[in-house]
């Protein structure tokens, strides 16, 4: 597990993007997809939001996935293993970046074809809290052509990434402009935040 992590890290200090493609492992990986695809099924998600909770706006023009967060007391033990996967990211960020990381936030996101987010930061202009950005992909079988890359924008780079499955991209939060290209087919994943 702590290969993966200096990998994110080692990436992201070489080119402010860091990307791992098995962060997450095949075996949680199935059981987040059949957990996402089930919630799904039974209507539990909602329709994402932009601003934070005291400017929450929906806004299909800007975004359009819908969203789940997860959370302890949800009692599913595969999120659970995956969110101890964080914990123990953000404590070997923590003593080797002195990141001073004390909090976080993940919720699923299920594009369905047609989806997209424009462009935006993650860090809300009133509240500086969140630090990094750290996106996890569920997808198997994913082709150049079913669209939805991650595009992250530079000074003098754009780059592209396909959301394949087990893939995690970590980035600072109030730094690169992004955006979730349209999808052409439904595309899914577990977004959050490291904060402090």
């Known amino acids: 597990m702590e290969d993966s992590f200096e990998a994110l890290i080692a990436s992201y200090i070489a080119t402010k993007v860091g990307v791992v493609e098995n962060f997450i492992e095949l075996s949680l990986s199935k059981h987040l997809i059949s957990n996402l695809l089930m919630l799904h099924q039974n209507k539990l998600l909602v329709p994402a939001g932009i ?4 400017k929450l ?3 299909q023009l800007v975004r359009n996935d819908i969203i789940y967060w997860l959370d302890r007391k949800n009692n599913n033990i595969y999120e659970n293993e995956f969110l101890t996967q964080i914990e123990a990211f953000i404590s070997y960020l923590n003593e080797s970046c002195y990141a001073g990381i004390t909090g976080y936030e993940f919720h699923y996101s299920l594009y369905e074809k047609g ?27 994913w082709e150049i052509a079913d669209g939805g890359e991650l595009c992250i924008y530079q000074e003098n780079n754009i780059q592209k990434i396909s959301p394949t ?4 991209i970590f980035f600072k939060s109030n730094e690169l402009v992004h955006e979730v290209l349209t999808t052409q087919k439904q595309r899914l994943s577990i977004t959050g935040w490291l904060k402090r």
């Open 115 to 141: 989806a997209f987010y424009r462009k935006h930061l993650d860090q809300f202009q009133d509240n500086s809290s969140r630090q990094f950005s750290l996106i996890s992909y569920l997808n198997c079988e």
């Open 51 to 54: 601003g934070n909770v005291q």
């Open 165 to 168: 499955n087990g893939k995690t």
């Open 57 to 59: 706006q929906q806004n």
